[in-house]
């Protein structure tokens, strides 16, 4: 079972749940701009991810900065709360599967959890080509 913290604005997220659908598995979709988080949740998925709460945090259109947050001085506390009260503050897709947790950025980098490859040539929404026509991962 492959689990996507997925947010359906985002176009590398989009194109992690497409990735995986092609390589034949139908992912569990947590909308977790809907669904929220919990401090236990996140921080068992940045271990999980080998991630650091500043790893995980979300500046780009976010208010991140506005909110102080990207401070050296910030403890991974404070950013664990603020992203528990503002989910957009993490970073995403964050994909769990049996091979291992990992913020999927980019999309193609969701290739290393799975157990087969998509069939190719598969192209993210931006056209840039991930599988060739041969069924190999290209770059």
Not at 55 to 61: G, Q
Not at 80 to 90: C, D, F
Request: include cysteine.
């Amino acid at each position: 079972m492959i689990v996507i913290y997925h947010n359906p604005g985002c176009g590398t997220s989009r194109n992690v749940v497409e990735i995986v659908r092609a390589a034949g598995e139908e992912p569990v979709i947590v909308e977790y701009l809907t669904e929220g988080w919990t401090k236990p949740q996140l921080l068992g998925l940045f271990a999980a991810a080998g991630l650091t709460p500043r790893e995980a945090l979300r500046v780009s259109k976010t208010p991140a900065a506005e909110m102080g947050l990207t401070a050296p001085d910030i403890t991974d506390e404070a950013l664990i709360a603020a992203m528990v009260a503002h989910p957009v503050l993490v970073n995403r897709p964050i994909v769990c599967a049996p091979k291992g947790v990992r913020l999927c950025r980019p999309s193609e980098t969701v290739l290393d959890l799975l157990d087969r490859l998509p069939p190719g040539p598969l192209a993210k929404e931006d056209g840039a080509l991930i599988i060739d026509a041969e069924g190999n991962r290209v770059g």
